[in-house]
């Protein structure tokens, strides 16, 4: 059984900085895990995703501000968000499949990040 499990949301001032993590556990065949989030009334979106090696895809709206890092080892993934904006507000959802663009089959619980303005 796959499992992917998130930590690190909460709340925070704009201008400041969360870093959330992602443990997988289980048995995985993928090679690209990533972050996704959804606002309420919005549809979910792609965040930043990272494949194996250094290669990652990042959404328009958070490119310079935040950062998608693993580490192989400990089947974790990180994203370290600064200068975050009230419109980052929303529930982040770890994945992990086999696209730097699509997400795959296997999601998180989700962790809420609260952006106050």
């Known amino acids: 059984q796959v499992q992917l499990v998130e930590s690190g949301g909460g709340l925070v001032q704009a201008g400041g900085s969360l870093r959330l993590s992602c443990v997988a556990s289980?048995?995985?065949?993928?090679?690209?895990m990533g972050w996704y989030r959804q606002a309420p009334g919005k549809q979910r979106e792609l965040v930043a995703t990272?494949?194996?090696?250094?290669?990652?895809n990042y959404a328009d709206s958070v490119k310079g501000r935040f950062t998608i890092s693993r580490d192989n080892a400990k089947n974790t993934v990180y994203l370290q968000m600064n200068s975050l904006k009230p419109e980052d507000t929303a529930v982040y959802y770890c994945?992990?499949?086999?696209?730097?663009?699509?997400?795959?089959?296997?999601w998180g619980q989700g962790t809420q990040v609260t952006v106050s303005s």
């Open positions: 994945n992990a499949g086999t696209s730097l663009w699509r997400p795959g089959r296997y």
């Open positions: 289980g048995s995985i065949v993928t090679n690209a």
């Open positions: 990272i494949i194996s090696g250094a290669n990652t």
